[in-house]
């Protein structure tokens, strides 16, 4: 992934992002940090335009994104998995049907769809992403049956479906307790790790961060304020990126920081 000067402007006038340079070099992890309102999640939505930027250039997957027509778009945003906070399973549906949806993007138009959930092939390969996450015996529950960790494992074994080259992953352990959170990471790593897969994950956690984060980047008002190994990274730069600008506070969410 390259990004270079990338701005975007809302038409309120919030300037999200101004002037990001980043490059992910393919197999590599990158852990986003960053106040609330840094741009983690614009920069992220802006690799697949999901966010239309307002200038500079992105280039994923050798995709120019900023200038591809929508079927280019589309084709790139199969080959990009995306994790978020929020875990949208359909709640009434088994867990192996969630599952199955993840392969309707390769699917084409919606007429498809009811041959690929009812396909044997896509079953059986729905049944590996699930033993991938550890949740083979779960297939037939309803989703809402399941705990958040467990929820979020059958929404990686979705986008797994996709056969991603890059994950995106938007705190994708902020609404999890700890040690759910803490399996979903290993997970989210080991997946990456074993596939060669690209991941770039934004955490608000900053113990996780040291425990996962080979690479930190970080963003402040919007553009790179470090990027670095977080070994390296001194516990003044964090209190910088978090500290509230008119007293100095770091806010309580911001877990890890030594006092
Ligand atoms: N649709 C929008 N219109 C106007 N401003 C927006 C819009 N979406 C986001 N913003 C603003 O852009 C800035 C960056 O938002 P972004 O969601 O990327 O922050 P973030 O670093 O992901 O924060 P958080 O940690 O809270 O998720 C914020 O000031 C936000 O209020």
Redesign the pocket.
Known sequence: MEVSGLTKV?P?G?R?LAGVDLTVEAGETVVLL?A????????QKSLTRLVEPTSGSVRVLGTEVTTASSGELRTLRRRVGIVFQRINLVRELSVLTNVIHGALGRAGTPRNWMAITARSQQRVEAMEALERVGLAGVADRRAEQLSGGHQQRVAIARMLMQRPEIILADEPVAALDPRAGRSVMDLLWQIAADEGMTLVCTL?QLQLARDYGQRVVA?RDGTVAFDSVMSQVPDSWLRELYADEDDGDVPAFVEGLPS
Request: hydrophobic residues 40%; proline residues 0%; charged residues 5%.
């Open positions: 809302f309120n919030t999200a960053g609330n309102g840094a741009g983690k999640s614009i920069l608000h963003l």
